[in-house]
């Protein structure tokens, strides 16, 4: 009875809350990490009238526009540093940025797991960590989305990549895809060397079974080192 | 009786009767990303259920994970603790920090077909006895100088389950 007057107390903010927010889902990443707020802030007097103090948000809900948009991917996941900058046209209107795309990545740590696939799939998890490696941004008026992340690792049979689906705005799935990345000498992946694997038995991009018909659409661009991170772009069309 | 450490489970069903603005806001939100996300498994549109996707595609039993991405950024708002189950004070107490996401059964043209279900599952507890219907159990992390331990008492009920058990070792 407690927590059902408590929660009709609050009931007019924890419904409006919604709408605001919902107003700047839109925006970017950052309306995606829920407020939160700490202990008491100090009540102060006005006048006759006591004004409120800040409490806790407690259990009152708010709307968050999608927890999966968030540009630090990393969580718990240790390694160097990469930044990742996709910029999108519209192979439709003339490879014009197309804006306000959903863009997902994910991809595997630097021991090559990807998060949840690697345990079995009905264990419980940690919600601070289940979903290490993936996230969810919107593109800017340039097309442009960017995300920190870790350079992956490697697993038996695959090149390094980096997994994308690009939606439309209204949630269609324009298109599932994979980075690729540079290989050789002076390139990341060589810097990089497979973290604690070494590269004794990675699969290069010759004879990946995804990208070995050609990878010049897929490839990237990788600059930097392993003292300050490196960046990665791409830049793609999507029939939107 | 010796004591035993326990975990227990709460299966929490959300569904398009849910009464409480968080269960709304995730209901609405799995619903949304189950749409997005099963476009992978359901290239041609042909099915509309869950239970096809599962039956008919391989990989979709992938979803759940995928869609609880979504639940995810709410759980933090329940500020560490489980929802709905009160010790006999009334009191929310049950600490969690590992949870699984299940979908039971949806339909992409029908929201109100879409039912979800949270397990939440709490951290370890020591269970010191039963008083009728009740649990006494008191958090095993806690540490007790005195000898005196707090404890609650959880009232069993429908959806709340104990799911481990860990004998102490034999003398």
């Known amino acids: 009875m407690e927590r059902k007057n408590f929660l009709k107390s609050l009931f007019v903010g924890a419904v409006s809350a919604p709408a605001v927010l919902a107003a700047c889902s839109k925006d970017d990443a950052d309306t995606a990490t829920p407020a939160t707020t700490g202990g008491t802030t100090g009540g102060t007097t006005a006048g006759s009238c006591t004004v409120a103090p800040t409490e806790t948000e407690g259990p009152f809900p708010t709307k968050v526009p999608s927890s999966y948009v968030r540009s630090d991917i990393r969580d718990d996941r240790t390694g160097y540093k990469l930044t990742a900058t996709i910029t999108l046209m519209n192979s439709n209107a003339s490879c014009a940025a197309l804006a306000g795309a959903l863009v997902d990545i994910w991809h595997c740590d630097k021991d090559g797991n990807y998060s949840e696939y690697g345990g079995s799939g009905m264990q419980s998890t940690n919600y601070q960590s289940v979903h290490f490696l993936r996230g969810r941004q919107t593109t800017n008026a340039s097309g442009q989305v960017q995300f920190t992340t870790i350079f992956p690792g490697w697993y038996s049979g695959r090149a390094t990549h980096i997994h994308v689906h690009v939606y439309s705005a209204t949630g269609i799935s324009l298109k599932v895809t994979q980075i690729a990345f540079p290989e050789g000498s002076g390139t990341a992946v060589a810097a990089v060397g497979g973290y604690s694997k070494g590269m004794s038995g990675y699969t290069y991009n010759a004879q990946d079974n995804v990208f070995s018909d050609g990878v010049a659409q897929e490839l990237a661009t990788v600059t930097g080192n392993t003292t300050d991170g490196f960046q990665l772009n791409i830049s793609f069309a999507v029939p939107a | 009786m010796a004591e035993r450490i326990i975990t227990l489970c709460y299966r929490k069903i959300i569904d398009a009767t849910s009464p409480r603005p968080w269960d709304k806001l995730v209901f609405e939100d799995t619903y949304g990303e189950l749409r997005l996300q099963a476009q992978v498994f359901n290239t041609d549109g042909r099915f509309r259920t869950y239970a096809e996707l599962l039956h008919q595609v391989p990989g979709a039993g992938q ?76 958090e095993a992390a806690a540490v007790s100088e005195s000898g005196e331990w707090l404890t609650h008492l959880v009232p069993v009920q429908p959806y709340l389950s104990v799911y481990s058990i860990q004998q102490p070792p034999a003398p």
């Open chain 2, 63 to 138: 979803l759940p994970f995928l869609v609880s991405a979504v639940v995810r950024g709410y759980l933090p708002q329940l500020n560490g603790l489980i929802p709905d189950i009160v010790d006999n004070l009334g009191r929310h107490f049950l600490k969690f920090s590992r949870f699984q996401f299940e979908i039971i059964n949806s339909d992409l043209r029908d929201r109100s077909r879409h039912q979800v279900a949270i397990n939440f599952y709490s951290d370890a507890l020591c269970w010191h006895d039963t008083i009728g219907t009740l649990l006494l159990v008191s």
